[in-house]
């Protein structure tokens, strides 16, 4: 069935204009003033609203089995959460365990995702090496529609990987027309700090984060751009919670070395404070790698992204009930570390970017929807307000505000980071593949809905040709 938006206010990344929308068989199909209703069409009316691309998150982590629980939120109750804020994508992780094939893990967690509402992609975590991951690697970019690879620089003993593996990965990524993506934290220097904090008796999560200061992420973001920067390769540093990191990405960039950076909504509007809080379950709750920083770095993140050197906004949506985190009560490096925030990350962005006048409404579309897809290649199908593109698009309601609870959210998780925050601008009514599926408060997912996109690699840059052509083998990329 035919689905006509009437009398919105189109806003894309590059302007906005008054115009009507019609969908039609999961599509944009006309766009442009007082468009006719065709026969049988349902009529939303976006008087006053404005019509953008709907979200994409490229960092979430539904049901990820991680330091011995499952994370609480599963890929349909994450996935309607996010319809409910405004999300109508996410691009998840598959994290196989270290010595695990990336393939069978890549079909384990595209099982798991059967059940999402909203459509879904996967970057692809490269967590060990062998001939065979270099092998997989190239399987998944070539016949499975994966352009990023992640590695995390930190969780020693589990999934960090060393240098070394960075180097041959990058170059197979680079090789392969894929982008690299890192968490960017020194895992060996965060294992030294919790063995010496728990060494002191500081075992409440307040030792979480003097484990992780900004200098570890900072070195990790300076490690990874350098190793990039020698192979030619593309990176993608995610989470990015310091001025250190940011820094470190603005000036590869002024060198013109191909480096993004995704910041957290979250990291964006909370500070440390919080592990202050004597209540271990409210303190726990907020414990995430990277962790909350000093209030200073918020105003440098605020700066990368409304200066274009953080192109992206994301949640890193990882849920742990209180049940769970306690698991760390008396041994901070033992509470399983993730927070929530996929239904809320656009009104956190609109409230505090835009209404602040820190960024525009063109620029909110850009760092909540069009750059992620276009850094993943999947614009414009995604992130676009154009005939062609899915009809995955937000009626936005710029004045109207809520309450962040976790009385009222969808997310599964007994705990908002946001509690008791009032935020305006919402999504009044969510679309998702044509069909309305968040209207006036009310949820119209259906189970399954989602699909898998495919993201295509890149066509090879002149480095990877160039070192494909300066020797037998490319540099780096030993088997
Ligand atoms: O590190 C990540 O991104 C995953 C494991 C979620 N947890 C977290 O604390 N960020
Ligand atoms: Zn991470
Ligand atoms: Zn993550």
New binding site residues.
């Given amino acids: 069935m035919s689905l006509l938006i009437r009398g919105g206010e189109i806003v894309t990344a590059d302007r906005r204009y008054r115009a009507d929308v019609l969908c039609d068989a999961g599509l944009i199909q006309a766009i442009g003033p007082d468009l006719e209703a065709p026969t049988g069409a349902e009529v939303v009316d976006a008087g006053g609203l404005l019509v953008m691309p709907g979200g994409i998150d490229p960092h979430t982590?539904m049901e990820?089995p991680?330091m011995g629980t499952v994370a609480s939120e599963d890929f349909f109750s994450g996935t309607s959460a996010g319809l409910a804020g405004g999300t109508t994508m996410i691009i998840d992780f598959v994290i196989p365990a270290p010595g695990a094939s990336l393939l069978d893990s890549f079909h384990t967690w595209r099982g798991w995702a059967e059940k999402a509402a909203a459509d879904y992609s996967f970057h692809v975590a490269v967590t060990h090496w062998s001939d065979k991951v270099h092998e997989e690697m190239g399987v998944l970019a070539r016949e499975h529609g994966v352009n990023s690879f992640k590695h995390?620089m930190a969780y020693k003993g589990a999934i960090m990987v060393d240098d070394d593996i960075l180097l041959r990965s990058f170059s197979r990524a680079l090789e392969l027309g894929a982008i690299p993506t890192v968490?960017a934290e020194n895992g060996e220097a965060v294992a030294f700090m919790q063995k010496a904090l728990l060494a002191q008796g500081i075992t409440g999560p307040e030792g979480h984060a003097l484990s992780r200061p900004p200098t570890v992420e900072g070195e990790a973001a300076q490690r990874a751009i350098a190793i990039a920067g020698l192979l030619g390769a593309p990176v993608y540093i995610?989470?990015v919670s310091t001025a250190e990191a940011t820094a470190a990405i603005a000036r590869a960039r002024l060198e013109g070395q191909r480096v993004y950076g995704e910041v957290l909504a979250q990291q964006l509007v909370i500070d440390e404070s919080v592990y202050e809080n004597k209540d271990f379950a409210t303190a726990a709750a907020y414990v995430?790698?990277p962790p909350f920083r000093p209030k200073h770095h918020q105003k440098a993140l605020w700066a990368g992204l409304v200066s274009g050197q953080l192109q992206t906004t994301a949640t890193?949506h990882?849920a742990f009930c209180a049940p769970q985190k306690a698991a760390g009560r008396d041994n901070f490096t033992l509470i399983p570390?993730?927070t929530a925030g996929i239904e809320d990350r656009m009104s956190v962005l609109w409230h505090h970017g835009v209404r602040t006048g820190r960024l525009t409404p063109e620029e909110f579309v850009a760092v909540t929807s069009t750059n992620t897809a276009k850094i993943f290649n999947i614009h414009p199908r995604k992130g676009a307000v154009e005939v062609g593109a899915d009809a995955d698009l937000v009626l936005w309601d710029p004045d109207r505000s809520r309450t962040i609870s976790a009385k009222t959210h969808h997310q599964k998780i007994d705990f908002n980071v946001y509690e008791g925050m009032e935020l305006t601008g919402l999504a009044a009514t969510t679309i998702s593949q044509g069909r309305v599926v968040w209207h006036k408060g009310e949820l119209r997912t259906e189970r399954g809905a989602g699909r898998y996109i495919d993201r295509p690699c890149f066509p090879p840059t002149l480095e990877a040709l160039g070192l494909l052509n300066a020797t037998a083998k490319p540099v780096g990329v030993a088997r």
């Fill in positions: 982590h990820l991680f995390f968490h995610v989470h995430m790698s890193d990882c570390n993730g």
